[in-house]
């Protein structure tokens, strides 16, 4: 079992510069450790499952369906993302349903915490393209969401800042680290690359389409309850949004056609300019997942392994951080997420 307790100086080798492992190497360099990030693509991240990812920071929603484990993380990296990128947008996020759907919107909203219901007034006025959309919404004020393809780049420069390396085209493992560094640590964060030391990790696909249209103006992510093709449409920068929440058992590539066309389909139901939106990229990522879809911090010796995010990277992953920097320093436990060998 991993000797706790270790000094600022004791090196931490972290592998994976995705969403999980850029969190464990910026808090780690914050605390004086002699960080190095290693990463077996290139700068662009084009190959990791974050360059994918839609980038909510939504506990309250996600409590629909998740443990309450992941509400209790993604409330705490809430701060956490407050504290180390203040402008982070925190414009809260909307539910919203057409009248067939009432009933899983009442449900939604029983399942959920942290919302207030808008009237069809207040959610025109909070958001105007939605005018005459929808009769109701549940708005949830203190949600906010990312850019994947920017804010990685972010803390990767709030990593350098903090006196840490970053080392792209570095395929290593953690037995390569541990022999170059005997007496420091090694954080995995490879997600579905750890499979040769974890078996059980399986990987679930995650599909989206990014468009382009000045037709639709939205502040915060939107949700569309539907029994069938839930959909999220995320505004990001220069009159992109991204659609997506398809969740699949499946780990192949791409975007299928049905899924194409729930997804558009279920984008024009939210307003008919998406219709006439530019498709600019079709794609999919494959989030690493254990049995029971939850996170986990697992410790054999000096190796600490950080996986299983499935689809709350970006939420959680600043809470996962903080707990493993919380074992490293103090020798403290959360049972709910770690595991000693």
């Known amino acids: 079992m991993l000797q706790t307790t270790k000094r600022p100086d004791s090196p931490v080798s972290i592998i994976g510069a995705g969403i999980a492992g850029a969190w464990q190497a910026l808090l780690f360099a914050q605390a004086g450790h002699t960080v190095t990030l290693h990463e077996r693509g290139d700068a662009g991240m084009t190959d990791s499952t974050s360059h994918w990812a839609g980038g909510m920071l939504a506990p309250y929603c996600e409590a629909e369906v998740a443990e309450p484990i992941i509400s209790r993380l993604g409330l705490r990296s809430l701060d956490i993302w407050r504290r180390e990128l203040p402008d982070t947008p925190f414009n809260g996020s909307l539910v919203v349903a057409h009248p067939r759907e009432r009933n899983d919107f009442e449900r939604f909203a029983r399942m959920t915490e942290g919302h207030r219901r808008l009237d069809a007034a207040s959610l025109a006025e909070l958001e105007p393209s939605l005018e005459g959309r929808f009769r109701d919404a549940l708005f949830f004020p203190t949600e906010g969401h990312v850019e994947p393809r920017r804010v990685l780049p972010k803390l990767h420069e709030r990593i350098l800042a903090a006196g840490g390396t970053i080392k792209f085209d570095s395929d ?170």
């Open 172 to 341: 290593v493992t953690a037995k390569d680290l541990a022999n170059l560094h005997p007496k420091g640590i090694v954080i995995d964060c490879r997600g579905l690359g750890a499979r040769d030391e974890q078996p059980e990790l399986r990987g679930v696909k995650g599909e989206m389409i990014l468009i382009e249209t000045s037709e639709v103006q939205l502040s915060r992510p939107v949700r569309l309850i539907h029994p069938r093709w839930p959909l999220y449409v995320i505004p990001r920068e220069q009159n992109l949004f991204m659609l997506g929440a398809t969740s699949i058992e499946a780990e192949d590539s791409g975007v299928s056609v049905r899924s194409a066309l729930e997804l558009l389909g279920a984008a024009y139901t939210v307003h008919p300019a998406f219709g006439e939106a530019r498709i600019l990229e079709f794609g999919s990522g494959l989030r690493p997942a254990y049995p029971d879809n939850l996170p986990r911090i697992g410790i054999r010796g000096e190796t600490i392994a950080v996986n299983g995010l499935y689809r709350h990277g970006f939420l959680i992953a600043p809470a996962l951080a903080e707990l493993t920097l919380a074992y490293v320093q103090r020798g403290q436990i959360d049972n709910e997420v770690m595991q000693c060998a």
